[in-house]
């Protein structure tokens, strides 16, 4: 993923209703989700809704289709798994990253001031 690529899906998702819309869009799935359902869903209003949906859409986080009289919206598993890729391709050093439950225990042994 291109860095200006991953700096237009960073910026569509810092913000509020974007992220709800994103998230809902993702737990949707395949079958993705109408306007209507996500402005009922979110208690979004539809001329908001549709400004959110058009960033969403030029960062390519999600993509639209019409089926008849509707529009589908979906998340971009792709994009988004390019932009978790590019968020972790340099963790851990460049070494292979460490296990969750080792990773917790790497945390520092202070204790809180009592």
Do not use: W
Not at 6 to 16: G, M, N, P, T
Not at 31 to 38: E, M, R, V, Y
Not at 80 to 99: D, K
Request: net charge negative; proline share 4%; hydrophobic share 40%.
């Amino acid at each position: 993923m291109k860095e200006i690529d991953v700096v237009k899906s960073l910026a569509a998702l810092a913000q509020e209703v974007r992220l709800r819309v994103f998230r809902a869009l993702v737990m949707a799935g395949d079958a993705g989700l109408t306007p209507g359902i996500l402005a009922d869903q979110l208690d979004v209003a539809p001329n908001t809704l549709s400004f959110h949906l058009k960033e969403l859409a030029h960062s390519g986080l999600i993509s639209q289709e019409r089926q008849g009289r509707n529009l589908i919206y979906r998340a971009s598993f792709a994009t988004m798994n390019e932009l978790l890729s590019y968020l972790t391709e340099n963790c851990c050093q460049g070494a292979a990253c460490l296990s969750p439950a080792a990773t917790a225990c790497s945390c520092s042994q202070e204790t809180p001031d009592n």
